[in-house]
């Protein structure tokens, strides 16, 4: 694997790992009352939803940068903010498709 990608892949590593641990539900741990549950979920899901549009941020920067089809970037970019995953995957494709391209013109 090229090591360019794997340096973009670790921040969106880190922000769904981050995300992962900040969704873990809270009341397995801490018994609360129903209005401290709903103020706690409220929360998360806002802390969710930054996540998402920092996640959808990033792709949009990466794909200008490595000059990637705009066709796909706001594809990805759209599909982040409802899955995060799925946008990073496009991107991934789309990078390595870009070098596999580069180096059979080269060879």
Not at 19 to 47: C, Q
């Amino acid at each position: 694997m090229n090591s360019n990608l794997l340096e973009y892949l670790k921040k969106y590593i880190w922000f769904f790992i981050i995300g992962g641990i900040l969704s873990l539900p809270f009341n397995w741990f801490f018994k609360l009352d129903m209005d401290k549950f709903f103020e706690i979920n409220a929360t998360i899901g806002y802390l969710q939803i930054g996540i998402k549009i920092i996640i959808a941020i990033l792709l949009y920067f990466d794909f200008s940068k490595e000059n990637l089809s705009n066709k796909y970037k706001y594809f990805a970019v759209f599909s982040s903010l409802f899955y995060g995953l799925f946008g990073v995957v496009i991107f991934s494709l789309l990078f390595l498709e870009k070098n596999l391209n580069n180096k059979r013109n080269v060879a």
